[in-house]
Nanobody, 115 residues
Framework: VQLLVESGGGLVQPGGSLRLSCASSRNIFSMKSMAWYRQAPGKEREFVARMSAGGSTDYADSVKGRFTISKDMGKNALNLQMNNLKPDDTGVYYC?????????WGQGTQVTVSS
């Protein structure tokens, strides 16, 4: 059983919005931290946003003011609201969870920003 499963990706025009979701088979509030990363074609995977167990958040400079990370207790999921999307936001978005010293990744969801 996959621990983390992302959804919500797709094709959107510049300036548009998408909401990604990362559903977990484990209680997300038991995780030390959860985060979103992304990987553009030909580039290394990079950090996008993080939320600690206590609820504090951290964002990459490139997405500050446009992206919002949050937890949905009812759906046991980590969300990423992405507004004012730019072509440079294109890539595969991955959810990451940390439990103790172990790190888990989802399979990723494709986001394409293009006119």
């Amino acid at each position: 059983v996959q621990l983390l499963v992302e959804s919500g990706g797709g094709l959107v025009q510049p300036g548009g919005s998408l909401r990604l979701s990362c559903a977990s088979s484990r209680n997300i509030f038991s995780m030390k931290s959860m985060a979103w990363y992304r990987q553009a074609p030909g580039k290394e995977r990079e950090f996008v946003a993080r939320m600690s167990a206590g609820g504090s958040t951290d964002y990459a400079d490139s997405v500050k003011g446009r992206f919002t990370i949050s937890k949905d207790m009812g759906k046991n999921a980590l969300n990423l609201q992405m507004n004012n999307l730019k072509p440079d936001d294109t890539g595969v978005y991955y959810c990451r969870g940390a439990i103790g010293t172990a790190t888990f990744w989802g399979q990723g969801t494709q986001v394409t920003v293009s006119s």
